[in-house]
């Protein structure tokens, strides 16, 4: 059974950091985009930032120059670096992959149960 394990949420003040991670494990055959999103409340799920197998980046207008994804294919791990947070960033971070679970080669989106964010002014 495949199963994604975000980390690293919690209360942080304006401008602090936080650092949010997403575990993959179980029966993976290989790990395509991986990415985050968020959910605030009474508000759609939004693509945070996103980066393919290869490395490529891609982010929201809102987070950028403030939040970097990295992953570790080593680890099946993706990383989502928040830095000077803003109350606007308060929301529930979901991790999202689309992994290879098949011997067929079939990919899979997958996701994450979330883990919250919340930013006090």
């Known amino acids: 059974q495949v199963q994604l394990v975000e980390s690293g949420g919690g209360l942080v003040q304006a401008g602090g950091s936080l650092r949010l991670s997403c575990a993959a494990s179980g029966r993976i055959f290989s790990i395509n985009a991986m990415g985050w999103y968020r959910q605030a409340t009474g508000k759609q799920r939004e693509l945070v930032a996103a980066i393919t197998s290869g490395g490529i980046t891609n982010y929201a207008d809102s987070v950028k120059g403030r939040f970097t994804i990295s992953r570790d294919n080593a680890k099946n791990t993706v990383y989502l670096q928040m830095s000077s947070l803003k109350p606007e960033d308060t929301g529930v971070y979901y991790c999202?992959?689309?992994?290879?679970?098949?011997?067929?080669?079939?990919?899979?989106?997958?996701w994450g149960q979330g883990t919250q964010v919340t930013v006090s002014s």
């Open positions: 999202k992959s689309t992994l290879v679970t098949d011997g067929l080669g079939r990919a899979y989106d997958y």
